[in-house]
């Protein structure tokens, strides 16, 4: 079992299906490590690490980091900013916690495609620029099969608690006292090396530029209707000026 501690407690909003399904998560915290590369296996290989453990039923690490990828194409997708990794993990915990502790049939294969059509249609994408934007990240379409199907059983967890009259964060609390949840931070960090390997790096923010001067016109020396010469220089040094060119007629 994993010898780092449990999972801090605490309810907030989580955008599930990015936008489209508003659900409660519990926020776990969890130390970042400075990102260096590290290859992973397939998410359903049977050895695939444990990042968390709930109840001795583990969420592998190759899956959490596959989540984490498909949250970003979907938020990119829909131009959001994605949910931090480390939300992505607790909300996979929540989808643990209700597909152990609540009466929620687990959803089928035609049901999965028909969600996974309503979010492609609110993005506003069909299914082939879907599986393009996944590639870019190293995945194929079963990755968003799996990511959806849990979404879609966190949605209808949260259905079943408004026409039943009670609150989806208050039961995903009381389950956190009844359960519990451990993370190993040694496949946290081993994770989130990978994504900074796979993941293009932030864009540097942008630096202050001054503007650029206006071109200073040549001084020169006119003269007057009523006699003399004026310059330039010496109705500049009274306030701006304002040249005015008209053709002459005839």
Not at 86 to 91: D, F, I, K, Y
Not at 166 to 184: C, F, H, S
Not at 237 to 248: C, S, Y
Request: glycine share 8%.
């Amino acid at each position: 079992m994993p010898k780092s501690g449990a999972v801090r407690r605490g309810v907030l909003a989580v955008a599930g299906g990015i936008a489209l399904v508003a659900l409660l998560a519990v926020v776990a915290v969890l130390n970042r490590a400075e990102p260096v590369a590290a290859p992973l296996t397939s998410p359903t290989a049977p050895s695939d690490p444990a990042v968390a453990i709930v109840d001795d039923t583990p969420i592998g690490v190759n899956l959490w980091v596959e989540t984490v990828l498909v949250d970003r194409v979907m938020s990119q997708l829909v131009g959001v900013v994605p949910p931090d990794p480390q939300v992505t993990l607790e909300r996979m915990v929540n989808e643990m916690l209700i597909a152990q502790g609540m009466d929620v049939e687990q959803p089928d294969g035609p049901e999965v495609e028909a969600y996974i059509a309503t979010l492609e249609a609110g993005w506003g994408v069909n299914d082939e620029q879907v599986v393009a934007a996944l590639r870019g990240v190293g995945l194929e379409r079963d990755a968003l099969v799996r990511t959806a199907a849990r979404l879609l059983l966190l949605q209808q967890a949260q259905e079943k608690g408004a026409a039943e009259g009670w609150d989806l964060g208050e039961w995903l609390t009381a389950q956190r006292e009844q359960v519990q949840v451990v993370t190993d931070q040694e496949q946290v960090n081993a994770g989130l090396r990978a994504l900074a390997s796979i993941l293009p790096p932030s864009p540097p923010p942008p630096t202050a530029t001054s503007e650029p001067s206006s071109p200073q016109a040549a001084d020169f020396r006119l003269r007057q209707a009523g006699g003399g010469r004026l310059t330039l220089s010496s109705q500049l040094a009274q306030g701006p000026v304002v040249l005015v060119f008209f053709q002459k007629c005839g």
